[in-house]
DNA sequence: GCAAATACCTTGACAGGCGAAGTATCTGCA
DNA sequence: TGCAGATACTTCGCCTGTCAAGGTATTTGC
């Protein structure tokens, strides 16, 4: 991985919730999603990833059921809730906010 | 203050890092104009703030020396090292590639 | 038959942010 | 003179999020 992802730290919530708006998935397929769409440079760890599952699920922000697969290994989906939604369109806004005060504080 | 600092976490660094670009100064004084830059949206912590500093200077990116003020409480000024320079360009370049990769994952 | 991929989970360590509390000096004002 | 408030720095200990390391179980390909 190519970028410090403590610079990504604090944008793992938006990025499984934004993934979950585009429907239902499991946290392997997330993760795959988000090395296609940056194209390898950035990847969650899966400690990281599964924790982020467990807060935003105790958080109400998704919901979690196993997949009936009768085929390959298991799979939990997650589901994103109205909560999470709400959640989701907060934290846009506070990346948006936030990228303009880091661009003028770093100049 | 009314943004999430945990967004600009990993940008502690680079934000003081930037200040001392513009010239020596100390905590306090950096601390202000960080407020002033934001209009008050955000300041770092006075906890933040010196930690950051041993960091620097232990990494040497900065210098401290006291200043010679014969009036007012007494303060310990910083300047930006060669190293810090290289470091502080580098911490740009991080953010840019960072931010186009925030950009396309949290849509 | 076995390596590699798929898929999930847990533990413990570590780093950075920060609340809280403390020290010391100076300024303004009553 | 006395005292609040601003200036300025420091330390301690907690909390949270990340992640290395290790583990389990299944399926696919050779």
Redesign the interface.
């Known amino acids: 991985m190519s ?2 992802a ?6 793992t919530d ?2 499984i919730l ?1 993934q979950l708006m585009h429907g239902d998935s499991y946290g392997y397929s997330i993760n795959r999603k ?1 090395q296609e ?2 194209q390898g ?2 990847e969650l760890k899966e400690a990281t990833l599964y924790t982020a599952f467990r807060r935003l699920e105790q958080s109400g922000f998704i919901l979690s059921y196993w997949g009936d697969e009768n085929t390959g290994a298991r799979r939990r989906y997650y589901s994103i809730t109205k909560a999470g939604r709400a959640y989701y369109a907060s ?2 806004d ?2 948006e ?3 303009r ?2 661009e ?4």
């Open positions: 970028i410090a403590d610079l990504i730290r604090g944008h938006t990025i934004a988000i769409i940056t440079q950035y934290l846009l506070a990346w906010r936030s990228e005060i880091i003028q504080l770093i100049r």
